[in-house]
């Protein structure tokens, strides 16, 4: 009798503790996504939902100003690669400014920002302070770098001609309004504002490094060329793959460098795709055709991307 009622005592006992323990495992699944669920509202939001509208704007002839906006299909990405059309031509010399700016500046900013980090990273006075100066710049807003270096450029009354003439230097150099000072300006106004940034990112990948791979390597004899070659290089893969992609994609939408210091002089010549697709869309009210041209740039600079990984992914086979 004792028996009977302890097991119908323990029976409910034993259910209460089992759907206690399914609702926590029910509660344990959902809790990353709760988690999650604000940065997936503002990605839904600012992210999903224009790109979403911008495919749709790219299908319709587009003026913000008007309230009908007819349906065109394809017209506009067809435009883009149709000889004679009156945006073809003017893209794709965009297209080819920024491939030139891209292919200028990469190199610059993948390279140099190295250098810095090497000695940077060393133990000496004044360290820190180095540091934060070669990394000022970068917190300037680009319409601040633009003013700045728009005055200082000027070929008539800027600063530098002022001071190479002081030098004894040609003081009448066209750095905004001709080929090549202009690309020659807007590299180095690029490379001297963004330096500090790929350089944090290098130093902290040095602090990464294994310090015993570099004892071991010299108790090997290795030289100091060998010890970077050899443990700084293979060590820093994944910093490099992270410096090379956003630097790349940062160079491709260049836009307010060539805005305020030269406009896009001379010629059209340094005007990049990002700036001719402002001006379609918001000075042509094209959106529509500003939305195709966007949507072709992505799809390049999603191309090169993917090449950067295969090349990495690539080495790194090889290697091992």
């Known amino acids: ?3 009977d009622t302890a097991g119908a005592v323990a029976a409910p ?6 759907r206690t323990a399914v609702r926590s495992v029910r ?3 959902w809790t990353p996504y709760l988690f999650l669920a604000p940065f997936g509202v ?9 790109a979403l509208l911008g495919i749709w704007m790219s299908l319709h002839e587009w003026d913000q100003f008007l309230d009908r906006h007819p349906w065109v299909g394809l017209h506009n990405y067809g435009d883009l690669f149709r ?7 003017p893209f794709w010399q965009s297209m080819l400014a920024t491939g030139e700016f891209t292919l200028f500046s990469v190199p610059l900013l993948v390279v140099l920002p190295l250098a810095l980090a090497l000695l940077l990273n060393r133990r000496f006075a004044g360290r820190t302070a180095f540091r934060a100066l070669y990394f000022a710049p970068y917190v300037l807003g680009v319409a601040v770098i633009g003013i700045l270096w728009r005055y200082l450029l000027d070929p008539s009354v800027g600063l530098i001609n ?4 002081q030098l004894g230097l040609p003081a009448t150099t066209p750095w905004t309004t001709a080929m090549p000072w202009a690309w020659v300006s807007l590299v180095a106004i690029t490379v001297w504002w963004t330096l500090g940034f790929n350089t944090v990112i290098y130093i902290a990948g040095l602090q990464d490094v294994n310090r015993e791979l570099y004892d071991a390597a010299r108790v090997d004899g290795a030289s100091r060329w060998q010890r970077f070659r050899h443990v700084t290089l293979p060590g820093l893969r994944p910093v490099f793959l992270l410096v090379i992609v956003t630097t790349l994609l940062a160079s491709a939408n260049m836009f307010g460098q060539a805005l305020m210091v030269t406009q896009g002089a001379p010629a059209n010549e340094t005007r990049t795709a990002v700036m001719y697709i402002a001006q379609e869309g918001f000075r042509n009210f094209r959106l529509g055709s500003a939305a195709a041209m966007s949507y072709v740039l992505s799809i390049f600079l999603m191309a090169l991307s993917v090449l950067v990984f295969w090349l990495f992914r690539r080495r790194r086979g090889e290697e091992a």
């Open 42 to 50: 503002l990605f839904g939001v600012f992210v999903v939902l224009p």
């Open 27 to 29: 509660r344990e699944r």
């Open 162 to 165: 002022a001071i190479a003439g």
């Open 13 to 18: 006992r034993a259910r209460t503790a089992e």
């Open 83 to 89: 000889s004679g059309s009156p945006t073809a031509g």
């Open 1 to 3: 009798m004792a028996t």
